[in-house]
């Protein structure tokens, strides 16, 4: 008996995260004392839908078996897919996969696959894609967010937050106040950051992370692309001509749009009037001065919502 209470929290309380119910351990714990004291069936303390076959929660589950087909460890042809690699890992050791499972691919082209294991072998998964869906999420808008990198874990919040907002490309920028720099293994665990985010939220195409630029280099970017350029500097730290946020958005914005985010010290005098000559439109984003990564985050919110 003094066993069974562990086992029974343990069980079950990951039970009801799978099925997407949020029940305290102790709620429950408590409520199947009370069941088994009046002799009634579990099924009274729990809500009817966590007891569900495997096909119906197979079914209202799919979306969370999504995997990405990376290009240098797993392959596609015709309506066949080989997971391999950290993906094939996460399908077999983590999610306990096997053989008859329904997963969804995709590979950062725009479209995601719809298919089923058909066999293990060794490290590797085959998969027979069944069904094959066209992008449905992606904004019209080609939203670029520059900025110089905050400190810490807040690098991979920022871009995690970007890419599930659907920007289309995040630029690191070294100013002269900036606190962080990248190098290869950086871009790299943003890179991964960006596929993980994809899996969460739906988006079958990557969020480009490109090496880090100076500002002139970034305005030769821009400047091919012919994008809008903004640069965001509050009015609290100087009057440079700056536009409402709500100017910017009563107008429909351009394809391609770019947004400027300075570093937690701001842009230097010297930076901000090299940004002017440049073409990049001052934006305050109100009365309250905000951290870089939140100011990011805001406006690229802003921009993709009003866009379709």
């Known amino acids: 008996m003094g066993n069974f209470f562990p086992v029974l929290r343990f069980r079950f309380s990951t039970l009801l995260r799978g099925g997407g119910v949020a029940l305290p351990a102790r709620e429950l714990k408590c409520s199947a004392l009370q069941t088994r004291r009046k002799n009634l069936p579990l099924q009274s303390v729990l809500p009817q839908n966590i007891f569900k076959t495997?096909?119906?929660?197979?079914?209202?589950?799919?979306?969370?078996?999504?995997?990405?087909?990376?290009?240098?460890?797993?392959?596609?042809s015709g309506d066949r897919a080989v997971l391999a690699g950290s993906e094939a890992h996460h399908f077999l050791r983590v999610m306990r996969g096997q053989a008859g499972d329904t997963v969804v691919l995709f590979d950062g082209s725009g479209f995601s696959y719809c298919g089923t294991v058909a066999a293990i072998e060794k490290n590797e998964v085959r998969i027979q894609i069944t069904e094959t869906f066209p992008d449905a999420v992606e904004s019209s808008l080609r939203l670029t967010v520059a900025s110089a990198l905050p400190k810490g874990d807040r690098q991979r919040f920022l871009v995690e937050k970007l890419a599930e907002l659907g920007v289309a490309r995040f630029v690191p920028v070294h100013l002269e106040r900036s606190v962080a720099r990248t190098n290869d293994a950086v871009i790299s665990r943003f890179r991964r950051c960006v596929i993980e985010s994809a899996k969460q939220c739906e988006r079958n195409v990557l969020m480009e992370i490109t090496e880090e630029m100076t500002l002139p280099k970034l305005n030769e970017l821009l400047e091919r692309e012919q994008s809008t350029k903004f640069i965001l500097h509050p009015l609290k730290l100087g009057s440079v001509g700056q536009t409402a946020l709500k100017a910017v958005t009563d107008d429909h914005p351009a394809q391609h749009l770019a947004v400027l985010v300075g570093p937690e010290g701001s842009f230097t005098g010297r930076e901000m009037e090299t940004a002017l000559q440049f073409g990049f439109k001052p934006l305050d984003l109100g009365a309250r001065i905000l951290r870089t990564e939140t100011a990011c985050i805001a406006a690229a919110a802003v921009f993709l919502t009003i866009t379709p």
């Open 54 to 76: 495997k096909t119906e929660y197979t079914e209202n589950n799919i979306m969370s078996n999504r995997f990405f087909l990376d290009s240098s460890e797993s392959q596609r």
